[in-house]
């Protein structure tokens, strides 16, 4: 895992993915994309992304929703997006 990955926060996001997929939370890394490795379709993310905003307290706008195509892009945006 790289040194600038808050290990909290990819648990959270973890604990997210597994609730949605299925897929164990230990399993999920920055560098998986959500489609082609951890099987999150469209409305799996939606779910992912009320999850953050639930759990974390991070709303992800429709505008920035397209770019979050790896584990890592979500990570970047929730830790630019805390309060």
């Not at 949605?20 to 099987?39: C, I, K, N, S, Y």
């Not at 799996?44 to 770019?67: I, K, N, P, Y």
Request: hydrophobic content about 45%.
């Amino acid at each position: 895992m790289p040194a600038d990955v808050d290990p909290e926060l990819l648990h959270a996001v973890g604990a997210l993915v597994e609730a949605v997929t299925g897929t164990p939370a230990a399993q999920v890394r920055p560098e998986h994309a959500f489609v082609d490795d951890l099987r999150v379709d469209s409305l799996s993310m939606l779910e992912v992304l009320e999850g953050c905003e639930h759990h974390l307290g991070v709303r992800v706008g429709d505008e920035a929703t397209a770019q979050l195509v790896h584990v890592g892009d979500l990570l970047d945006y929730l830790e630019h997006h805390r309060r």
